[in-house]
Nanobody, 120 residues
Framework: QVQLAESGGGLVQPGGSLRLSCVAS????????MGWYRQAPGKQRELVAS???????NYADSVKGRFTISRDNAKNTAYLQMNSLKPEDTAVYLC??????????????WGQGTQVTVSS
C-alpha cells in the first residue's frame, strides 16, 4: 500500500507565503513524478505544478513566478513553496504521485488534500 500525506496548509493574508509538503510512504519501488493539484469550490481540479524524476518541472500559468515545486528523492517528499499568495489561490491542494510499487507497473496515488485559504 502507498499513502500520500500533505501538510502545511492554512490561512494566510494576501501577499503571504506557505510551504506545502507531501510525503509518500509504503511500498515504493520508484517514483516517476510528483505533483500538486488544487480544487476550489465549484471549479474543476487543476494542475498547479509537477516535477518528474529527471527534474523536469511544469507550472500552471497562474502560478509561474510565485510558486516553486521541489523534491527530496531520499525522503520521497515533494514541496510546494507558495509566495505572493492571492485570494484566487484559495483551494484544497492535493498531492499526486505516479510511482511503481513493484518493478512491473505504475499507478497514480492521491493524498487527502490540505486547505489553503488566502484572505484578509
Amino acid at each position: 500500500q502507498v499513502q500520500l500525506a500533505e501538510s502545511g496548509g492554512g490561512l494566510v493574508q494576501p501577499g503571504g507565503s506557505l510551504r506545502l509538503s507531501c510525503v509518500a510512504s509504503g511500498t515504493i519501488f520508484r517514483i516517476v513524478a510528483m505533483g500538486w493539484y488544487r480544487q476550489a469550490p465549484g471549479k474543476q481540479r487543476e494542475l498547479v505544478a509537477s516535477i518528474n524524476a529527471g527534474g523536469g518541472i511544469n507550472y500552471a500559468d497562474s502560478v509561474k513566478g510565485r510558486f516553486t515545486i521541489s523534491r527530496d528523492n531520499a525522503k520521497n517528499t515533494a514541496y510546494l513553496q507558495m509566495n505572493s499568495l492571492k485570494p484566487e489561490d484559495t483551494a484544497v491542494y492535493l498531492c499526486s504521485s505516479r510511482l511503481y510499487s513493484d518493478y512491473k507497473s505504475w499507478s497514480d496515488y492521491w493524498g487527502q488534500g490540505t486547505q489553503v485559504t488566502v484572505s484578509s
